[in-house]
């Protein structure tokens, strides 16, 4: 599928003022390794010739990003592949051919979910941050944040999903997932994602969001006691 540009594609991309959506759009083109990524989720994509053309890989990949990003659902995002000419031009689509619709936006995520693609998707681009010297080693800063699901959420047996679990933060009721993150303390790039049930306890996970070079750990009052777990009595760091 060539990328050539629609006259309306060459005059947006020609103008002065570069818009906020530009810009990020823009440095998430230099800093993720594109080849890289396309490279773990190619042994699964569907190839050409068995029924339809599937759409570029990488066009796929970057549509999916966007997605999480701005947080569009598959309709969303269709609609913004059209209505939108930086996240067009971004996932290099022109108006001048066909755009995917939401149901292949969808299958492509149920794709990476299906061969559990993101976590390895996670690790390439950290180990090439890394390696870029873009992410250090030095430090790791530590948190939680609970994710919140409709308290009606049921899995198709009907019944509540069980990775969910209500819990209490102070004075108000919370129910959904916690997810445990670990970022890198120079660049605020995050490392380590672990999600559990929303009443699991912040110290519980603390062990697997360090990368084991950290000189030192910084977290907030609900990580107090973690130098005294048995599970981190051997991590040398300043807490």
Same mark, same amino acid.
């Given at each position: 599928?060539?990328?050539?540009?629609?006259?309306?594609?060459?005059?947006?991309?020609?103008? @002065?003022? $570069?818009?906020?959506? +530009?810009? *990020?759009?823009?440095?998430? +083109?230099?800093?993720?390794?594109?080849?890289?990524?396309?490279?773990?989720?190619?042994?699964?994509?569907?190839?050409?010739? %068995?029924?339809? !053309?599937?759409?570029?890989? /990488?066009?796929?990949? @970057?549509?999916?990003?966007? #997605?999480?990003?701005?947080?569009?659902?598959?309709? =969303?995002? +269709?609609?913004?592949?059209?209505?939108?000419?930086?996240?067009?031009? *971004? &996932?290099?689509?022109?108006?001048?051919? =066909?755009?995917?619709?939401?149901?292949?936006?969808?299958?492509? !995520?149920?794709?990476?979910? #299906?061969?559990?693609?993101?976590? $390895?998707?996670?690790?390439?681009?950290?180990?090439?941050?890394?390696?870029?010297?873009?992410?250090?080693? #030095?430090?790791?800063?530590?948190?939680?944040?609970?994710?919140?699901?409709?308290?009606?959420?049921?899995?198709? /047996? #009907?019944?509540?999903?069980?990775?969910?679990?209500?819990?209490?933060?102070? %004075?108000?009721?919370?129910?959904?997932?916690? =997810?445990?993150?670990?970022?890198?303390?120079?660049?605020?790039?995050?490392?380590?994602?672990?999600?559990? =049930? &929303?009443?699991?306890?912040?110290?519980?996970?603390?062990?697997?969001?360090?990368?084991?070079?950290?000189? *030192?750990?910084?977290?907030?009052?609900?990580?107090?006691?973690?130098? $005294?777990? +048995?599970?981190? &009595? /051997?991590?040398?760091?300043?807490?």
């Amino acid at each position: 599928m060539s990328h050539q540009l629609t006259f309306a594609d060459s005059e947006f991309s020609t103008k @002065r003022r $570069q818009t906020r959506k +530009e810009i *990020f759009l823009s440095r998430m +083109e230099q800093i993720l390794p594109w080849q890289n990524m396309t490279a773990v989720i190619e042994p699964f994509y569907p190839k050409a010739g %068995n029924g339809r !053309r599937p759409y570029p890989l /990488e066009t796929m990949l @970057r549509i999916h990003c966007m #997605q999480h990003w701005y947080n569009l659902s598959d309709g =969303a995002m +269709e609609d913004a592949l059209y209505e939108i000419a930086s996240m067009r031009l *971004f &996932a290099r689509l022109s108006l001048d051919s =066909a755009l995917p619709d939401r149901t292949t936006i969808m299958n492509f !995520r149920h794709l990476l979910e #299906q061969h559990q693609l993101a976590r $390895q998707l996670f690790k390439t681009i950290n180990r090439w941050l890394a390696e870029a010297g873009v992410m250090m080693t #030095q430090g790791t800063l530590v948190d939680a944040t609970i994710i919140e699901a409709p308290s009606s959420t049921k899995n198709k /047996e #009907q019944q509540r999903d069980p990775e969910m679990h209500q819990t209490k933060k102070g %004075n108000q009721w919370h129910f959904g997932m916690k =997810a445990h993150i670990g970022v890198d303390a120079k660049s605020g790039l995050t490392h380590s994602l672990v999600t559990t =049930a &929303a009443n699991e306890h912040d110290l519980n996970q603390l062990g697997n969001l360090l990368h084991g070079e950290e000189q *030192f750990v910084s977290a907030d009052a609900g990580y107090q006691g973690a130098p $005294q777990r +048995e599970e981190l &009595a /051997e991590v040398d760091v300043d807490w």
